[in-house]
T-cell receptor, first 114, second 114 residues
């Protein structure tokens, strides 16, 4: 398996533009997580899905952020409109929906909003 | 709600020194515990995990961790660090009742001087 695949790896955009980050989880995994990592706040859980259903989105910073999982093999995180403070590395992770298995992380998307 | 506390924000060691990184969690029920490592510019990867059995867990690259239930601790150790161990280390806990979702600590940055 190729692991969790995220695209793009790097994104530079202007303030106010819409940004869409994409994630393909490991086949067979039924939990998917979106994290944001910054120097100031560390690793933050934004939202997670079980069986394509959003379970907890309490970490989503504000209405400008939205996430979808239309099927078991694809998820998106959208920021509209983007702001400079959204600059961060966004990680997607997937796991089996059992408590004794680890999460497998993608390589991340480094977002820079100028 | 579960929480994870990593005592040291930044640790600096010389090569061959011994390492111990502290991790405490707060949750009264049964938990599964993980240590992840993030090398510079890379994604998080699993170092080791505990979910039952021998409380002393051995992971990759000579790392081990000991689960002490009475202290709610899961400290990471390595007898002799190498320069290549320079990375950020995250402790995470996953309660059995919260299948799939781990709570991460703030991370400890380890710098090993050659």
């Amino acid at each position: 398996d190729a692991g969790v695949i995220q695209s793009p790896r790097h994104e530079v955009t202007e303030m106010g533009q819409e940004v869409t980050l994409r994630c393909k989880p490991i086949s067979g995994h039924n939990s998917l997580f979106w994290y944001r990592q910054t120097m100031m706040r560390g690793l933050e859980l934004l939202i997670y899905f079980n069986n394509n259903v959003p379970i907890d989105d309490s970490g989503m910073p504000e209405d400008r952020f939205s996430a979808k999982m239309p099927n078991a093999s694809f998820s998106t995180l959208k920021i509209q409109p983007s702001e400079p403070r959204d600059s961060a590395v966004y990680f997607c992770a997937s796991s089996l929906r059992t408590s004794n298995t680890e999460a497998f992380f993608g390589q991340g998307t480094r977002l820079t909003v100028v | 709600a579960q929480s994870v506390s990593q005592h040291n924000h930044h640790v600096i060691l010389s090569e061959a020194a011994s390492l111990e990184l502290g991790c405490n969690y707060s949750y009264g029920g049964t938990v599964n515990l993980f240590w992840y490592v993030q090398y510079p510019g890379q994604h998080l990867q699993l170092l080791l995990k505990y979910f039952s059995g021998d409380p002393l867990v051995k992971g990759i690259k000579g790392f081990e961790a000991e689960f002490i239930k009475s202290k709610f601790s899961f400290n990471l150790r390595k007898p002799s660090v190498q320069w290549s161990d320079t990375a950020e280390y995250f402790c995470a806990v996953n309660a059995n009742t919260n299948a799939g979702k781990s709570t991460f600590g703030d991370g400890t940055t380890l710098t090993v001087k050659p």
